[in-house]
């Protein structure tokens, strides 16, 4: 299991909205500059962990096409600011489950719970919401897990979509 590199990095001292200094379009850049590299080294580390553990299967939690969601301009503008190639970035995932966020499922329960550096006002937690949606969507296997059929609901669908997938790739060459 990768865990989210913006997490990482927030609770590992990189400075916080909030905290340290006020959100701006400069510190976000800044930010994103940090994410991309740590999240595509921290996915071939972790991969190359799991094959050495026999594992068949690696969860990510977020991907390299989420800095799009936070960057002016979107997907298009993330490319070609960072250097991504979007066909390479989407192909590197066999599936990408999206689980909605509580910010657009059941907004009065929107908080830090579970994430103290989290620092998103409400509304603009739903503007990325949409907006990670929107950078993902041309990929074959993007599926939305909506967030109102609480959690047992939402675990219970991402198994069934794991167990499916780890079947499918039993099956082939």
Known sequence: MVPEVATVLLEGGFPLPGKDLQWSEEWQAAFQSAVLPLQTSMEEAYQLSASQNGCRLLVCDRGVLDGAAYTPGGT?????????????????????????????????????????????????????????????????????????RGIEGKISQVIGIVRFLLAEKAGSP
């Open 76 to 148: 298009e503008e993330f490319c070609s600011r960072y250097g991504v190639k979007k066909d390479e970035a989407l192909a590197r995932y066999a599936a990408v489950l999206h689980l909605e966020s509580l910010a657009t499922a059941e907004p009065d329960k929107y908080g830090k719970a579970g994430n103290d550096s989290r620092f998103e006002p409400l509304e603009r937690a739903q503007e990325l919401e949409m907006a990670t949606r929107k950078s993902w969507e041309s990929h074959p296997r993007h599926t939305v897990i909506g967030g109102r």
